[in-house]
């Protein structure tokens, strides 16, 4: 008997006009997700002027014309959602760029749909205009809403900005989403492991070739430790030792094989102070292998005690 398909992971790229979403999901694309991606172009207007930007092949990119109608009335991005969902061939991970205006959170309640798993909201800002958006008195609350809806923030085009501007802008994006995780980038270039919310084994190991790579960029400001286990885990205390992780611990992906669930693999992801614990594929002939990476800022790593605190979770 197979199985049933898998959900599809939606990430949401949303941000003001001309804060950098469309480099964005080029930058996801260029560096790879691992998995097979389709990306939905929700563009503003009646002519699509983003999917033309987009570096991916034709078949890859969706558009969905008159974007800021279709956030409001939600029916063609829904009547989409179902059609893919019913595809046979389906993507693993659907990116969905917002148009410039869109209320990111109505989208983001769309792709909960049934058939989908929302992995994030991703919301990029101008590091030197958006003081400026969010007190404009016609555009201020929809760049307010974007802002709060976001898991991951990112500050962009900081090369532009001052650094007074760089500084107040994070200290704006703090207080509207203390619970979001925020990054500083130019040309939208973060790490794609803070973006992509689901883990899978390739994913893993795609992250331990692009440790040693990613080191020497400007945006990879940020260390990395790993932990793996052969044995089965003990969920309430392994969500214990997450939930002591300090503030400073950006990211945390894993596959685990908790006990009382020995047929599937359990999906760990979590973004800021967002922690999320999903069902994921069969193990089948597989080694249940747990596999947990952590990334956070410099000086943030903790290797002996967390060791310590992992090994503590094993049945």
């Known amino acids: 008997m197979s199985e049933e398909p ?46 033309d930007l987009i570096e991916a092949d034709s078949d890859g ?23 893919l969902r019913e595809r046979e061939a389906r993507p693993q991970l659907l990116i969905i760029e917002a148009s410039g205006v869109a209320n990111t959170a109505l989208v983001a309640s769309h792709a909960m749909i049934p058939g989908f798993r929302l992995e994030g909201v991703v919301t990029v800002v101008d590091a030197e205009t958006i003081g400026e ?23 962009n085009k ?47 190991d795609l992250f331990e070739v692009r440790k040693a790579s990613d080191s020497g960029e400007p945006h990879a400001k940020h260390e990395t430790w790993s932990w793996e286990c052969d044995t089965a885990i003990n969920r309430s205390r392994f969500e214990a030792v997450l939930e002591s992780l300090p503030d400073r611990v950006l990211r945390v992906k894993g596959v685990v ?5 020995p047929l599937h693999r359990s999906i760990i992801q979590r973004v800021g102070s ?12 597989d080694q249940a292998t747990s596999r947990v990476v952590l990334i956070g800022y410099p000086g ?3 290797p002996e005690q967390w060791s310590k605190d992992f090994n503590s979770t094993q049945s």
């Open 257 to 261: 094989n908790f006990e009382g669930s």
């Open 300 to 302: 943030s790593i903790n």
């Open 61 to 83: 990119v969706v558009t969905l014309v008159n974007g800021c109608s279709c956030c409001a009335l939600s029916t063609p991005l829904i009547e989409f959602l179902v059609s």
């Open 133 to 155: 958006r969010l007190s404009d008195d016609y555009v201020g609350t929809t760049v307010q809403r974007q802002i709060e809806a976001a898991d991951v923030l990112i500050i």
């Open 6 to 51: 898998r959900d599809i992971g939606v990430l949401i790229i949303g941000g003001y006009l001309g804060s950098g979403k469309t480099t964005l999901v080029n930058h996801i694309l260029r560096n790879g997700t691992g998995r097979e991606t389709l990306v939905l172009v929700n563009d503003f207007g009646e002519i699509a002027i983003d999917v």
């Open 274 to 285: 967002r922690l999320a614990i999903t069902q994921g594929a069969a193990w089948g002939s």
């Open 158 to 204: 900081t090369d532009l900005a001052g650094a007074v501007d760089v500084e107040r802008a994070s200290e704006l994006l703090g207080s509207l989403a203390p619970g979001a995780l925020v990054v500083e980038a130019v040309n939208a270039e973060v790490p794609i492991l803070f973006l992509v919310g689901e883990t899978l084994e390739s994913d893993l």
